[in-house]
């Protein structure tokens, strides 16, 4: 951090604390940026962090009145319809600068300006809310006819708020150029995009044994078990081709994923990180069929391993993954074009440079992130 921004008051803002992911790895990359900030978000949830809830222990955190509705920590989602007046509530017009990390829940409607006294807001877009603007979600909302119904108003409603909040005096950072083009289409606002912080290791032997390897021994899925993941279509596809698939992450489509699965599939659950980083080091590519993803960090926690990645053509991946260098592009989210791109790699496999793909990686490593935050922050207090 630049000497000038010692002095400063600064909070941070984010959505809520239930579940860990890339949006609370920038959270805690700007926390060690600014670790006397307090951090206010709707609500801190450890029962659900799991394992994660550590990282978190020390921190001022500071939660929003949404914590005294009944049930909150199961009906989170349905609350965020009083997410904006609950962020609101929250005056931050007494710092120098807030930095909201915001997606689905208006962490960037926090009041900024209040009393003659006014904040710098720089808002850390990891998107526009995906519910609000047609993109697939964690859950297939509308399967059943009541939540199709009060989610398509709800929505409509949040929508016109999003928008509104969008106007105010905020500086927009985009996670990525595929989220830049979001905020300016759907909230008509300029950004400036600085890549999130990715968890890439130094020469560590977990690394080394991945650099060292010519083929790993099976393919990997690390993320949410959401519909949006379309992980079904890696199940499928590998059990059809008897591959083995090693399957990182836990959701509420664990049940149906399992039945999906033949012998060569195994479900690891939730795993620690120096376990991430040995199932990482062992895999011959890392499966990635999410679609419109907003960055994507587990394609680059991949590389920073050497492992190639087989992304479909869409969202952030497009920006990160570089074809035929460090992975492989599919276009047909369907098991077929799922088991096409993966016996398309089989043929591929011995022409990745482990080790470019490792140095790829490198520019994605938090030293930068928290470089060009700091110079951003240095710009709109100047």
């Known amino acids: 951090m630049k000497s000038t921004q010692k002095n400063l008051k600064v909070a941070l803002v984010h959505d809520y604390l239930r579940e860990y992911g890339g949006a609370e790895r920038v959270i805690e990359a700007l926390h060690e940026m600014y670790p006397e900030a307090p951090v206010y978000t709707a609500f801190f949830d450890p029962d659900a962090l799991g394992m994660h809830a550590v990282r978190f222990a020390n921190w001022d955190i500071r939660e929003t009145w949404i914590t005294n509705l009944p049930f909150y920590k199961k009906l989170f989602s349905p609350y965020r319809i009083f997410a904006p007046a609950a962020f609101q ?49 964690m859950t297939d909302w509308k399967r059943n006819p009541l939540t199709r119904i009060a989610g398509t108003l709800m929505n409509h409603y949040l929508r016109v708020i999003d928008f509104t909040v969008a106007q105010r005096d905020i500086h927009f950072i985009a996670n990525s150029g595929e989220t830049q083009r979001r905020i300016a289409k759907f909230y008509r ?157 089989e043929k591929q496999a011995k022409t990745f440079d482990r080790t470019k793909i490792y140095e790829h990686a490198l520019s994605f490593r938090k030293e930068r992130f928290q470089k060009e935050i700091s110079d951003l922050v240095e710009k709109t207090i100047s």
């Open 89 to 137: 509530s929250l005056d931050l017009s007494n710092y120098d600068v807030v930095i909201s990390s915001s997606n689905a829940y208006f962490a960037k409607a926090v009041t900024t300006e209040s009393g003659g006294h006014t904040a710098v807001h720089l808002c850390y877009c990891h998107t526009p809310a995906r519910s609000l603007y047609g993109y697939t979600t």
């Open 189 to 345: 606002r300029d950004s400036t995009v600085v890549f999130p912080p990715v968890d890439v290791e130094k020469l560590s032997p977990a690394v080394q044994k991945a650099l060292g390897k010519k083929k790993g021994e099976y393919y990997l899925y690390v993320g949410r078990l959401a519909a949006s993941k379309h992980v079904d279509l890696a199940i499928e596809a590998c059990t059809k081709l008897g591959v083995p698939l090693k399957v990182v992450g836990s959701g509420k489509g664990e049940e149906y994923l399992r039945s999906l699965a033949g012998k060569t599939v195994e479900f690891l659950g939730g795993v620690s990180d120096e376990v991430l980083h040995e199932v990482y080091a062992n895999a011959k590519a890392l499966v990635f069929p999410a679609e419109d993803e907003d960055f994507g960090i587990v394609p680059i926690e991949a590389m920073g391993h050497g492992v190639p990645v087989i992304a479909h053509r869409s969202g952030g991946p497009r920006e990160t993954v570089l074809e035929g260098r460090t992975g492989m592009f599919f276009n047909e989210l369907t098991v077929d074009g799922m088991a096409k791109a993966i016996t398309a790699f």
